[in-house]
């Protein structure tokens, strides 16, 4: 039975000395939108775009459980550009298991994003109900939101990104919105059942059966940059998805931020969640990921440690098997119930396992720097971030500034070296600059 403190004899204690640590900016090409809801109307002013909306067509828009930036602007414009033509809109969540797979749960994931009724303009439709359109040439059902597979037309806004679990032309975007999102928990277990690793094939498979069926209008697909801003915002008509969505997925690979170092002794997580990242933490940037998928993404990170949880992500704890320690914070923070639904789906159980449970933020990053092998822990190589969604500004530690100042095109120093800073409760104090990439969004 864990209660609020864990007791354990660890031989010489934790009491060691930590490197200090440097803010430092990466540096990438980050290229944005000016404007989110200007570039929505433009897209609309496309004539294969706004050809398909018709005066009095009920029209179901999906949305899905990503903490995409300005996914609410983005959403609301599509609203009254939808409205402007004359249909009448809902917004229902696509997003598989995800909040809980319950209707109330994936409401409530939605109004963390401000995704509301009042600030969008127009019903939100939430409920777990699914039809069966058809079945694949191997016999699996494919699923579709009841509500949404009632409406005249479909239309899915969501973001372009290399997924955490395989590697395709086409990955996480319209596509496994369609498919996975669409089909609630029902149809994105059935999905799942094949396992991820035929997702480059059996989700355009999907896809292509859902369009035949239904009257997929078009994507709207948003691309982020390295800073975490939007980038891209394109419509995609229905019939050019799986034509189109392949070069956005690349366009998705260029943007995006990485950690630009090959081995790292610890890296610490602040915050991890499904807002983040569909495995709370992205493996594209801690290059790790579960149990038997191959993944050869830099760098090599020897120990992670994970502090605590998003607020946006509800006590889905999904990914945190992927950490080699977090804190009781974080521990008693976790949503069951919530986390196991995802992570059953998922088929990947390991994503749910609890890691070596630390007291404090203090003894969590103290274990895991006393743990790296070979290595005295004043010269451990240690990476610090806010969340892998925000990696333009970390700390690292002085032991890997001479690669830092070695690569001025890759880095730029901002601050002095310094000390971890912790309170009297042992609790880590905030990234002060962690909010830049955001601030200038």
Request: include cysteine; charge should be neutral; proline fraction near 5%.
């Amino acid at each position: 039975m864990i209660g609020d403190r864990i007791e354990v004899n660890i031989a010489g204690g934790l009491d060691i000395p930590l490197p200090r640590m440097v803010h430092v900016r990466q540096k990438f090409a980050t290229p944005r939108v000016e404007s989110v809801s200007k570039t929505v109307s433009e897209q609309f002013q496309r004539a294969e775009i706004r050809g398909k909306v018709k005066p009095g067509m009920t029209i179901a828009v999906g949305c899905g459980s990503r903490g995409i930036n300005n996914i609410a602007e983005c959403v609301k414009q599509v609203v009254a550009e939808l409205k402007a033509l004359g249909a009448k809109p809902f917004i229902f969540p696509a997003m598989g298991s995800h909040g809980g797979a319950t209707a109330e749960g994936q409401r409530e994931v939605l109004e963390g994003y401000g995704i509301t009724e009042e600030a969008m303009g127009c019903p939100i439709q939430s409920q777990m109900e699914v039809v069966e359109l058809g079945k694949l040439d191997s016999g699996m059902p494919v699923y579709m939101d009841k509500t949404a597979a009632a409406a005249d037309g479909v239309v899915v806004v969501c973001r372009v990104k290399p997924h955490t679990n395989f590697r395709a032309p086409i990955e996480s975007g319209i596509v496994k919105m369609l498919t996975i999102g669409m089909g609630k928990i029902i149809g994105a277990t059935e999905l799942h059942t094949d396992g991820m690793d035929t997702f480059g094939t059996l989700l355009p498979a999907a896809a292509s059966l859902i369009m035949a069926k239904k009257n997929v209008l078009f994507g709207v697909a948003m691309v982020e940059n390295a800073a975490d801003e939007t980038a891209i915002i394109e419509a995609v008509p229905g019939e050019q998805i799986l034509e189109r969505e392949p070069a956005l997925q690349t366009k998705a690979k260029e943007l995006m931020a990485r950690l630009q170092f090959d081995e790292i002794d610890v890296l610490v997580v602040e915050k991890i969640g499904k807002n983040i990242s569909g495995s709370g933490m992205d493996p594209n940037i801690t290059g790790r990921n579960c149990r038997f998928v191959e993944w050869n993404m830099k760098p090599f990170v020897k120990k992670i440690a994970v502090l605590g949880l998003t607020p946006e992500t509800h006590g889905n704890a999904t990914g945190v098997g992927a950490a080699d320690v977090i804190t009781m914070r974080l521990y008693k923070e976790l949503d069951i119930a919530k986390t196991y639904a995802n992570i059953i789906t998922s088929t990947y159980l390991d994503g749910g396992a609890i890691p070596i449970i630390m007291n404090t933020d203090q003894e969590a990053i103290q274990l895991a720097v006393k743990t790296v092998v070979r290595v005295k822990p004043q010269d451990a190589r240690v990476v610090r971030i806010a969340t892998t969604l925000e990696v333009m500004d970390i700390h690292v530690s002085e032991p890997m500034l001479p690669f830092i100042k070695a690569n001025p095109s890759m880095f730029e120093i901002m601050g002095e070296p310094e000390p971890f800073r912790f309170d009297a409760k042992g609790t880590l104090y905030p990234m002060l600059a962690k909010q830049h990439a955001h601030a200038t969004a």
